[in-house]
């Protein structure tokens, strides 16, 4: 994708600042790339989403041994 069409994605959840919005680290792409997630919650609902990012750290921490194991 060109840099302005995946900018859009997030373009309504940073204009509309009222929903809560969490990235959380999802692993790394077979480029190399670091990936992540958008968790977006209702309005003023900020409890859900760090519940929902916890959860999912939980399921799949972050390692920093991936990305040294890149580099390397």
């Known amino acids: 994708m060109a840099d ?3 900018a859009g994605t997030a ?3 940073d204009v509309n600042n009222r929903c ?3 990235n ?3 692993g790394m792409s077979s480029w190399g790339v670091p990936t992540g997630l ?3 919650g ?3 609902d900020d409890a ?3 519940r929902v990012g916890k959860a999912l ?3 799949r921490p972050w390692s920093y041994a991936e990305v040294r194991q890149l580099l390397s």
């Open 4 to 6: 302005t069409q995946w």
């Open 11 to 13: 373009l309504p959840f």
């Open 20 to 22: 809560p919005v969490l």
């Open 24 to 26: 959380v680290p999802s």
């Open 38 to 40: 958008q968790i977006v």
């Open 42 to 44: 209702h309005t003023y």
């Open 48 to 50: 859900t989403v760090f």
């Open 57 to 59: 750290e939980a399921v």
